[in-house]
């Protein structure tokens, strides 16, 4: 192998490891276990978001949804429990049904009505962000708020739901790993062995590639798609129960940066290993680079609006390592 | 002579990697003669064209217009110095969504001294001034896309000619025309021929060639073969010079076949097609014949279920079969080779082993889970007996060559048994040798079931069909067992000549 190979090889991962290093000498505090769960904890939301945007990249597509997906969930479960008096399990169900519609009006829009996915996404996203909303006439949802018929909400989050998010496991430390980190961890593994051993997982690549060479090869490739845009909404609910389950309430204002944060994990997940391809493991990787890098900017006291920036600067490198330096952007 | 060429090229080369494609080739076009270039498929011809025409830079040799060294870096180079090419994708010609008339004009529009404005009654007055010098009676506000292939055709033509060039280069125009449209296009031709313009005009179409030729050159694996301008033209030595052997050479033992696999009744490709029926049998190779746009590809979609018949019906093994799908198809054993291994076979980011086993992905795998040992062997089997030249069966396929890469594709196929095998060009891009490896294993493994391929070129199906389909106008027009044929008949039945014929 030439350098240039190992460049696009280990590229990124090098960087991961010198960024650690440097905000490990930089930021007091910076590696500890505590650190590390607090880092992990930060990505499992958006990881998870990112897993599922990765099964639509799989197929050549792409979900913008997936925020505003996360934050319709966290409304749902809190509109469920607060509201309705609904116990956890309803409260959950719901997240999921949610993502299953919105996955597969998604699917249908881009597949039957076919609308480019960027705008079938996008549509969504503001679709959502809207109807979201409309329940409790904009406001949040908490214990004791008053609702639009002036009387007041007495429901209250289950301590079952909010052990999703808040509930620690002990893991050599006592309380060390947080329920939201196990699951992401869980949903990783899953969609790792769904993509790369099985059949379905090959196929969905293969329809991303090369669809009409699918379809020829028997491949039924709209309802591959389709179901990668279900799988995108349901792993974005499941980012938004925990979400929900974290701050305890239904809070309109959460949730913004979910969809930069998905998106630039997937995206700089393409360059992991010169994988030049959507994959989990590269995503997962790419979650927690985007989650060491805020936290090592917040210890830093670096304002959030930098943050953004680079961010986006990270991203924008990761693009090139992809398509530049390996080659496999040309046709 | 040279001295008097319009257009002159000497000693041409020009490699792709390790891969010589032209090795000196040197062609005289005077003007006001049409002067027909030959050659099967990789024989260089669309090199030398992009070549001549900007798109390629040459390797070594010299290339001169009216006396002037011509050296075109980009292909707006080339036009402006006076050379224009049509070439065979039509919708690289023109614009589908402007009308005629800013077609014809579209080169004002960009380039060195366009206005910044334009006044659309200028526009459309200079585009009839192109047309008039054409004979070309269109609606000049019609939208290219509402036009039929011929008159987009007439619309590349007019639009190359309205930059008056010295030099025309029309690369197999009438591949997708009927005989009424060619018609059309060689009156064009002739005017143009009387205007002085040196012509070259690429095609394999006999009929075409006698029509228009002045003087014909063949090309062969990149070099010239013979050139022929004693009038009367020696046709038969032209195709001799470009397949390098007498085609009644190097020919297969015909078998015929007593069971019968797949049978079609009255199948109906295209509105007022006449119907197809046809019988395939076990361990018999079947080609079927005919131009590009015939429906050719038609009928191998319909047969793979991609695609529905206006009318019929097929049966296989007796039973039915009216798939309405591609996985129909491939369960009830009916597997095809797409055309266009790039479009619609190649999965880019796979590597051979993974291409090869993607139809049969369920057959390899237990409760979804890939059974890598069952794929890993069956693509070694297949890079075995196919010959397929590479590293392991990890590589990827754009380590391969066009050859390699078309027996993966064939090789997919083969991995598992099937009752009707059908390949549509499958020698489309292809050297000599894969082509023989390739055909050789149809031919050797084509016992139990029924193969058919889909050729355009005459001497594919010659070399490798036991029986030989003629397609024109959307049907079957002829039969021909595959040992003593009449090649002028066949020849004819591809042209489009008279159907059933009393022979």
């Known amino acids: 192998m030439t350098l240039r190979d190992y460049a696009i090889r280990y590229g990124f991962i090098v960087l991961l490891v010198g960024l650690i290093a440097y905000f490990a000498i930089a930021a007091d505090g910076f590696a500890s276990p505590q650190s590390a769960v607090f880092i992990f904890q930060s990505v499992a939301i958006t990881g998870v978001l990112a897993l599922g945007v990765t099964a639509t990249l799989v197929v050549g597509g792409f979900d913008l949804s997936i925020g505003s997906v996360a934050t319709s969930a966290m409304m749902a479960a809190s509109y469920a429990m607060v509201v309705l008096e609904q116990n956890a399990i309803v409260a959950v169900i719901a997240c999921l049904v949610i993502g299953v519609i919105v996955g597969l009006i998604n699917g249908w829009l881009i597949v039957y009505m076919r609308v480019p996915d960027l705008l079938a996404t996008l549509g969504m996203m503001f679709l959502l962000l809207g109807l979201q909303r409309i329940p409790t006439e904009g406001r949040s949802i908490a214990t004791g708020m008053t609702m639009p018929d002036g009387s007041v909400a007495n429901g209250k989050f289950s301590e079952a739901f909010l052990a999703l998010g808040r509930h620690r496991i002990d893991f050599f430390i006592p309380n060390l790993i947080p329920v939201s980190v196990v699951v992401l961890v869980v949903l990783a593994l899953l969609i790792w062995f769904f993509l790369e051993y099985t059949r379905f997982g090959r196929m969905m690549y293969a329809v991303g590639s090369n669809e009409r060479a699918a379809e020829l090869a028997g491949a039924p490739v709209k309802a591959y798609k389709i179901w990668a845009y279900v799988i995108s909404g349901v792993f974005a609910s499941i980012g938004g129960i925990l979400l929900a389950a974290r701050l305890g309430r239904g809070d309109i204002a959460s949730g913004n940066n979910l969809l930069l944060d998905a998106v630039a994990a997937a995206l700089i997940g393409y360059a992991v290993l010169g994988a030049a391809k959507p994959n989990a493991f590269g995503t997962a990787v790419g979650a927690v680079f985007v989650g060491v890098l805020l936290q090592g900017l917040t210890m830093m006291n670096a304002p959030y609006y930098t943050q953004d920036f680079v961010k986006g600067a990270v991203l924008v490198v990761a693009l090139v390592f992809t398509f530049a330096l390996s080659g496999r952007g040309k046709r | ?503």
């Open chain 2, 1 to 503: 002579m040279g001295a008097d060429a319009v257009f002159h090229v000497e000693g041409l080369r020009k490699s792709f990697g390790q891969n010589e494609v032209l090795g000196g080739i040197s062609l005289d076009l005077f003007a006001g003669e049409v002067t027909v270039l030959m050659g099967a498929n990789g024989a260089g011809k669309s090199t030398l064209v992009k070549i001549v025409s900007g798109v390629y830079e040459r390797g070594a040799g010299s290339m001169k217009l009216a006396g002037q060294a011509f050296d075109p870096q980009t292909p707006a180079e080339a036009i402006r110095a006076g050379v224009v090419t049509v070439h065979q994708n039509i919708n690289d010609g023109v614009v589908a969504d402007l009308d005629v008339a800013t077609n014809l004009t579209l080169d004002r529009l960009s380039g060195k001294g366009a206005s910044l404005l334009f006044k659309p009654a200028n526009v459309r007055a200079e585009a009839r001034a192109v047309a008039d010098r054409m004979g070309l009676a269109l609606d000049l506000r019609a939208r290219v896309s509402d036009l039929s292939l011929a008159d987009r055709q007439m619309v590349a033509i007019a639009r190359a000619m309205a930059h008056q060039p010295k030099v025309l280069i029309l690369d197999e125009p009438t591949s997708s025309l009927s005989s009424a449209e060619a018609d059309r296009l060689f009156s064009l031709i002739d005017r143009l021929r009387g205007q002085g313009v040196a012509i070259l005009y690429i095609s394999h179409r006999m009929s075409d060639i006698r029509r228009l030729a002045d003087r014909i050159v063949s090309m062969r694996d990149g070099v010239v073969s013979g050139v022929f301008d004693k009038q009367p033209l020696d046709y038969e030595g032209a195709v001799n010079a470009m397949l390098g052997r007498k085609i009644h050479l190097d020919r297969v033992v015909a078998r015929s076949s007593a069971r019968a696999v797949f049978t079609a009744e009255g199948l109906q490709l295209a509105q007022g097609a006449k119907p197809i029926s046809m019988t395939l049998g076990a361990g018999e190779v079947v080609a079927i014949t005919g131009l590009v746009g015939v429906g050719k590809t038609a009928l191998a979609e319909t047969l793979f279920g991609v695609r529905r018949p206006l009318a019929g019906t097929m049966h296989m093994d007796g039973k039915p079969y009216a798939p309405g799908s591609a996985r129909e198809a491939i369960a009830a054993g009916a597997f095809l080779v797409a055309k266009d291994r790039a479009a619609s076979g190649i999965v880019g980011g796979f590597n051979i082993e993974r291409n090869i086993s993607l139809p049969f992905l369920k057959r390899m795998s237990g409760f979804g889970v890939m059974k890598k040992r069952a794929e890993r062997v069956a693509a070694r089997r297949q890079i075995d007996e196919l010959g397929i030249v590479c590293r392991s069966e990890k590589d990827e396929l754009s380590a391969l060559s066009g050859g390699n890469q078309q027996k993966v594709m064939v090789a997919r196929w083969m991995s598992q048994a099937s009752r009707l095998f059908i390949l549509d060009e499958p020698f489309q891009g292809v050297d000599i040798s894969a082509r023989r490896d390739i055909a050789a294993k149809l031919r050797a493994s084509a016992d139990s079931r029924a193969t058919l391929i889909f050729v355009t070129e005459i001497d594919e199906a010659l070399e490798t069909a036991d029986r030989i389909l003629v397609m024109s106008e959307h049907t079957v027009v002829g039969e021909h067992r595959n040992g003593d044929i009449d090649l002028d008949r066949l020849l004819a039945e591809v042209a489009g000549g008279p159907l059933h014929s009393a022979a």
